[in-house]
């Protein structure tokens, strides 16, 4: 006696039949097909056995229903995207959703290079130089009414020149006697030290800092020989071509100040006159 080679559902014979094996039992195709088929998100109807089912994140269709949502071109073997349950194609995508280049006004295609500032989007070949013409990429750039130029180019056409170093100032300059330099380069002519956020002044033209003016050019006090800079409203006495700071101004024997008083000369001292009478 024949063995019995039946569906595994219907137990309908499948001797000279077409049959599926799923878990190792037999199903005819019509019960494999009720039981087991994905549905087409397209069509809604099943994708049979008879079918290629094409599936995308859980989600399955015909073959001839695998399509843009939009233009309805074929998406097998091709690229697509996704938006809001929606297949596209790359044009239809990049159409609908893509930036546009600020410089071509060209679609951005999806999964190239792009550079954004500010709200706007370039392709990376299109951000550019307005100067010299060559992509920026990743560099450093200076927007100037409303054109990108890399750092050079800037430099070259508005930032202002160093009236030492002759170089180009991007920040941080100082202007003494309206003209420009660098914070390092503007310093004491005599030490070298920086003058900026210093007080300083000058001497034909020449900047020095308060120490080394004093000592360059300065008149010595007659009464500590220290140098008497006159700046910042610094007061001093002037007798007979010498000089002295108020606060040396004393007489030699009791040392009595005598700014605004009267007062003799003995020699190279000034006395009060108290202690002169008897000269």
Avoid at 95 to 119: L, Q
Avoid at 149 to 165: D, G, L, N, S, T
Avoid at 219 to 239: E, H, Q
């Amino acid at each position: 006696m024949t063995e019995r080679f039946d569906c595994h559902y219907c137990k309908e014979s499948l001797f000279g039949k077409k049959y599926i094996l799923k878990e190792d039992s037999p199903y005819c195709v019509k019960c494999y097909e009720n039981l087991y088929s994905n549905t087409c998100e397209e069509c809604k109807k099943p994708i049979g056995t008879d079918c290629k089912d094409l599936s995308y994140k859980d989600r399955h269709w015909h073959e001839t229903c695998f399509r843009c949502s939009q233009c309805k071109n074929s998406l097998v073997d091709k690229p697509f995207a996704a938006k809001e349950e929606h297949l596209l194609c790359t044009d239809c995508y990049s159409n609908e959703y893509s930036s546009k280049c600020n410089e071509c006004k060209k679609t951005i295609m999806p999964g190239t290079r792009k550079m954004e500032y500010k709200g706007n989007s370039w392709h990376e070949t299109c951000f550019i130089c307005c100067r010299c013409q060559q992509p920026i990429g990743t560099k450093s750039f200076i927007p100037k009414d409303n054109q990108n130029f890399c750092v050079p180019c800037y430099e070259k056409q508005f930032a202002m020149q160093c009236v030492q170093c002759k170089k180009a100032i991007t920040t941080g300059g100082v202007t003494y006697r309206e003209q420009p330099w660098h914070k390092e380069c503007f310093v004491c002519t005599a030490c070298k030290k920086q003058l900026s956020g210093q007080r300083f002044t000058s001497r034909d033209e020449f900047a020095y800092c308060l120490s080394c003016f004093c000592n360059l050019y300065a008149k010595k006090c007659a009464g500590c020989t220290n140098p008497i800079s006159g700046l910042g409203g610094t007061k001093y006495i002037s007798f007979e071509e010498r000089q002295w700071h108020n606060d040396c101004f004393n007489c030699k024997k009791c040392s009595l100040s005598l700014v605004g008083r009267g007062f003799l000369t003995e020699r190279d001292d000034i006395l009060c006159p108290e202690c002169g009478k008897d000269i």
